[in-house]
């Protein structure tokens, strides 16, 4: 046997080695394994990202318009009722211990997330501590939100906001969904007008 031949010999035994299948099936799937589960996490995270957002937002309109009526249920405040029209719109899938509700009285639908009007007397673009300005939600301060809290009276224009940090399984999914520390922020808003009930208040509650 010429050492040609024996080399010729030994290549392909080595080539046949080399493709045999034996046991390929499990390194694929040990390869792709972690690729399918993460998939089917990530999927399931968004598709409860999304649920819980809407039910939030069905909530936070319900509750709009159980607050517009000015009604007042025996027992209870218009903001608790509000609290638990969220909470069962939501179907336990929200920890209401953990929620956010603000409601914001405005003068016009114009004015929602507007600051109040202040004479510019240095001409910054900006307001300064000492510059004249309208307390329009009378809480003797300049703020950047002219809102004032509260549900407001007959008539009023009222913004409902609902914050709520949803936390994940999976902290590489907080980073796809636009979160941080496996938590993502899940938010919903609606600005309505308060229908002209009777105000047997004396103010907005």
């Known amino acids: 046997m010429t050492p040609m031949t024996a080399i010729v010999r030994i290549f392909k035994r080595f080539l046949g080695v080399w493709r045999r299948d034996d046991g390929i099936s499990a390194v694929e799937f040990a390869i792709m394994a972690p690729v399918l589960i993460l998939t089917v996490i990530g999927t399931m995270e968004v598709a409860m990202a999304l649920i819980v957002s809407s039910l939030i937002e069905g909530g936070l309109r319900d509750a709009a318009r159980y607050g517009i009526t000015g009604f007042v249920e025996q027992g209870k405040t218009r903001e608790q009722q509000i609290t638990d029209i969220i909470g069962k719109a939501t179907i336990g899938l929200v920890d209401m211990g953990s929620v956010e509700i603000k409601t914001l009285v405005y003068p016009s639908f114009a004015d929602i997330g507007k600051p109040e009007p202040y004479t510019d007397t240095n001409a910054n673009g900006q307001y300064d501590a000492g510059e004249p300005y309208t307390d329009i939600n009378g809480n003797g301060q300049w703020d950047a939100d002219m809102g004032a809290a509260g549900l407001g009276g ?10 709520y940090a949803l936390s994940l399984m999976t902290p590489f999914m907080t980073v ?16 309505v007008r308060n229908e002209p009930y009777p105000d047997t208040t004396g103010g907005g509650t």
Do not use: C, E, Q, W
């Open 176 to 191: 796809v969904m636009g979160g941080n520390d496996g938590v993502i922020g899940l938010n919903a808003t609606i600005a």
């Open 154 to 163: 007959p008539g009023d224009i009222v913004l409902y906001k609902v914050s």
